[in-house]
Structure formats: C-alpha cells, structure tokens
C-alpha cells in the first residue's frame, strides 16, 4: 500500500524518532506531521506560533507557515526541544504543580487560623436577616485563602514550568549544538518578520510556556558566549 506521507514529512517523522531514541523515549511513535496555521488551543483564533512544536499522540505538529522554509533536519532541534520538554521534564512539571498546590494550601490554613487572632476585632454581617459576630481577620481570611491557593499555585507552577521550558532548549544542545539551534530559530525570527507576525500571548488563557522566538535566541546566544 503507498503512503500518503510526503517525502518532506517522512524525513521529519525519522529524525522524530531518532531523537526519540537517542533520548531513551519509547512511548512515542508518531505517524504523520500535522501542518497548522491557527492554534487550536486558543479560545479564539490565534496564528500558530512559527517555532512551536506540539508532541501529541499519533502526530507531530508544526507551523503550516514553516513547512517548506526549513529544511527538515533544520527542525530537528525545534523537535528536540519540545520532546524533551514534554516526555523528558513532564514528571518535574507534575511535581513542581503539586509542590506549589501543597504550598498554598499550607499558608491558605496558616491565614485562615492566623488573622482572627491578628484582627480580633468584632465585626457583624447581617445576611438574610440573621447576624453574625466574628473577629475581623475571620471575614478576611475566607476570600484571602480562596484566593491564594488558585492564583498562588498557577502563578508559582507556571513560572517552573516556563523556566523548564528554557531548560528544554539548553538540553537539546546536546543532541544539536547551540550553532544549528540559532541558525534555526535566526531562520524563524526572519520569517515572522517577513510575514508581520505578532506573537499572541492568549492560548488557553493567556499561560505560555515556550519563550519568544527572540528570548530563545538570547538565551541560546548566551550559552554559546560561555
């Protein structure tokens, strides 16, 4: 049976999974490369970041505005990366989001026992015509601690998992040198340029991971100045 897998998408899936092996990755097979234009993780139309690479279950997905501008083993450290990042890292992300939850929780305890001792001044709220008398810091605590925990755990995970996400970058220099990571992501930069594209910040609820294309130069620039 012939494929329907072009040459230029072959030659991405071998290097996928050369990569795959030489980073000890046995539960990832991809099929075939998905080409996107608009992210279909954003809420609402958002141009596919042109230095992304999203490993998902049976494919590897890619900028469509890319296809053909690199040349396939110019991928190879984009690829790299995000595998590493995503099946590599992944356990370290888990923990650094249970960390930060369990942190959270701990302090949101600590505010609710801590500020009616604090503020111990009695205040009453009158609800549904019955009042309630309780320390000051009671009425502060509540909203306070509902608040910490969500925003605090989001805020501090997300913050890890970005500065993972540069750690993914540095880690595939050691399966594409700094030198061809940078000819890559120089060739990406050229091309957002060239097209007007303007990174937005909006995918599933304004939370990015990757850098910007500039910032993982600069960060890669100073690995190679080093």
């Known amino acids: 049976m012939q494929s329907n897998v072009s040459e230029y998408d072959q030659r991405i899936l071998d290097i996928t999974r050369d990569l795959c092996l030489q980073l000890n990755i046995s539960n990832y097979n991809p099929t075939f490369v998905s080409w996107e234009t608009l992210d279909s993780r ?15 279950k ?10 053909g501008v690199l040349e396939p ?13 995503s099946k590599k890292l992944r356990r370290r992300v888990l923990k650094g989001f249970a960390a930060a939850l369990a942190a959270f929780l701990l302090l ?23 009042s309630q008398t309780s320390p000051l810091g009671y009425y502060i605590a509540g909203p306070l601690a509902l608040a910490l925990v969500p925003l605090g755990t ?12 540069r750690t993914a970058d540095i880690d595939a220099t050691n399966l594409v ?15 957002e340029r060239s097209t007007g594209y303007r990174e937005n910040r909006n995918i599933r609820g304004s939370i990015p991971l990757l850098p910007s294309t500039l910032a993982r130069i600069s960060l890669l620039q100073k690995s190679l100045d080093s």
């Not at 049976?58 to 296809?67: E, P």
């Not at 949101?108 to 019955?130: D, R």
């Not at 989001?154 to 996400?165: D, G, M, N, W």
């Open 108 to 130: 949101a305890l600590t505010v609710v026992l801590e500020l009616p001792i604090l503020f111990p001044q009695l205040y009453t709220v009158t609800k549904g015509g019955s």
């Open 154 to 165: 989001i805020v501090t995970s997300v913050t890890y998992a970005r500065r993972l996400r």
């Open 58 to 67: 049976y494919c590897v997905t890619l900028s469509g505005k890319m296809k």
């Open 42 to 56: 954003a809420r609402r139309p958002v141009e596919f970041r042109y230095d992304e690479c999203l490993i998902e």
């Open 73 to 85: 083993d110019e991928w190879k450290p984009i690829i790299a990366s995000s595998l590493i990042f």
């Open 177 to 191: 040198s700094a030198a061809a990571f940078l000819t890559t992501l120089n060739k990406i930069a050229e091309t």
